[in-house]
């Protein structure tokens, strides 16, 4: 297998783990302190949506004998809403996280 045809198979096993781990999840009842898993799934899809296209983007088009054409600029902008995402996703979790551990501390008290 060349290079290029084992960046294509890593790249599509990153993809299946996206859609595979989230299934997992699937008809199991989500306890209160996990309600942001909810929002994950729509976040997920959107990340894995922005993933793809930016791999698309980044091979190029090539008309007839001309240079290959890159749309470097679209790249960054999904690149950008990429990350975003994830932060959105990874700090509505932590708080998520600081509010449960937050309301247990006052239960306890």
Same mark, same amino acid.
Do not use: S
């Given at each position: 297998?060349? $290079?290029? =045809? =084992?960046?294509? %198979?890593? &790249? @599509? @096993? *990153? #993809?299946?783990? &996206?859609? @595979?781990? $989230?299934? =997992? *999840?699937?008809?199991?009842? #989500?306890? %209160?302190?996990? =309600? &942001? *898993?909810?929002?994950a799934e729509g976040l997920g899809k959107k990340l894995i949506d922005h993933i793809i296209t930016i791999h698309m983007l980044s091979q190029g088009y090539r008309f007839e004998d001309h240079e290959p054409t890159i749309d470097f600029s679209s790249i960054a902008i999904l690149a950008r809403s990429v990350l975003e995402t994830y932060l959105t996703h990874t700090l509505s979790s932590l708080l998520d996280s600081i509010k449960v551990r937050w309301r247990v501390g006052l239960m306890t008290s």
């Open positions: 297998m060349n $290079p290029r =045809q =084992q960046h294509w %198979k890593d &790249f @599509d @096993d *990153l #993809i299946r783990a &996206f859609i @595979d781990i $989230p299934n =997992q *999840l699937a008809g199991a009842r #989500i306890e %209160k302190e996990h =309600q &942001f *898993l909810y929002n």
